[in-house]
C-alpha cells in the first residue's frame, strides 16, 4: 500500500480513512467517498485501487469506512417487517443516520482533512443494504451526495421503488453507478428473490426522471451472486466509473449494462 491507512474514532463510531499516496506531498484538495460497512469495500481492495490511481484511471480519492452502530436500523429509512422471524425487525433509523454523515461527519472531514466539498467531489458507497441508504441518503441531500455507487442495492425494501418515484434527484449533477449479479435471489422465496428486476426498475425509475446513460448505468453481473467476493470485485470499476482521471475516459461497463 502506497497511501495512509487510518483508523480512528468519530462520535463514538469506529472510522476507517483511506488517504492517498500523494496527500502529504502535495497541498491539493481531494474528493472524498463516504463508504458503508466500515469501508470493507476499499480496505480490501486498496491494491486494485491504488494501481488505477497510479495508471491515472482513477483520481485519487479520501475514503471514509463508516462502521454502523446497528446496520438493520441504521441502513434501513423505515420501520419494516423483517424478512425471516429468527431476524429483528428493520429498524427504520435511516434519516437520523444519513443526518449524522450530513451534519457531523461531513464537516470534521472538512475541516480536518483537505477535501473538495462540492457534490460533484463527494461520493457515497455501499452494497446490499449500504447501497439502499446510499440511495437514501442521495434523495434527500442531492446537493451533497452528487457520485452514488449502488452495489447489489437492496431494492426489494418494502415501498423504496416508490419513495424513488417520488424523490427530488440533482439530475444535472448526479452520477449514479448501480450494478447486481444476474443470479441474486435465486433461490429466494421472500422479497429478495426479486433482486435482479428491482434493481432493474430502480434504474428505469431514474431514465424516466431524466438521467442520461453517461451519468447513470447498472452493469449486470453475470453468474454472479449476492456475496462479499462479488461486491469487492465491483468496487473499483464502480469507482473508476465515478471518478475516472481528467486524463482518462470514464470506461464503458466490462459487463452488461441495462439501457431499460
Given amino acids: 500500500m502506497n497511501g495512509t491507512l487510518l483508523c480512528s474514532g468519530f462520535a463514538g463510531r469506529e472510522l476507517w480513512i483511506y488517504l492517498p499516496a500523494s496527500y502529504f506531498c502535495q497541498t491539493i484538495d481531494y474528493p472524498v467517498v463516504y463508504v ?22 482513477l483520481r485519487e480519492v479520501i475514503f471514509v469506512g463508516v462502521k454502523p452502530l446497528d446496520r438493520l436500523k441504521e441502513y434501513t429509512p423505515w420501520l419494516a417487517q423483517a424478512l425471516r422471524s429468527d431476524y429483528p425487525d428493520f429498524g427504520g433509523q435511516g434519516q437520523a443516520y444519513v443526518s449524522f454523515l450530513v451534519e ?18 463527494t461520493g457515497i458507497a455501499g452494497a446490499s443494504l449500504g447501497g439502499l441508504i446510499s440511495m437514501y ?44 449479479g444476474a443470479d441474486e435471489g435465486n433461490g429466494k422465496s421472500n422479497m429478495q428473490q426479486n433482486m435482479v428486476a428491482n434493481n432493474k426498475q430502480a434504474y428505469a425509475i431514474l431514465l424516466q426522471k431524466g438521467f442520461q446513460d453517461e451519468d447513470c448505468c447498472l452493469v449486470i453481473e453475470e453468474g454472479a451472486q449476492h456475496h462479499g467476493a462479488c461486491f469487492l470485485r465491483r468496487f473499483p470499476y464502480a469507482m473508476q466509473w465515478l471518478f475516472p ?16
Fill in 36 to 57: 458503508q460497512d466500515g469501508g470493507a469495500l476499499f480496505r480490501d481492495q486498496l491494491p486494485v485501487l491504488e494501481e488505477r490511481m497510479r495508471r491515472r484511471q
Fill in 137 to 180: 441518503a442521495a434523495c434527500l441531500y442531492p446537493a451533497v451526495f452528487g457520485r452514488i455507487a449502488v452495489i447489489s442495492g437492496s431494492f426489494w425494501f418494502q415501498g423504496f421503488l416508490a419513495f424513488m418515484q417520488s424523490a427530488q434527484f440533482e439530475i444535472r449533477g448526479q452520477r449514479i453507478y448501480m450494478d447486481v
Fill in 104 to 121: 457531523q461527519l461531513k464537516p470534521y472531514m472538512d475541516t480536518t482533512y483537505r477535501t473538495l466539498q462540492g457534490a460533484d467531489h
Fill in 245 to 260: 482521471s481528467t486524463t482518462s475516459r470514464r470506461p464503458e461497463p466490462v459487463r452488461r449494462k441495462e439501457n431499460a
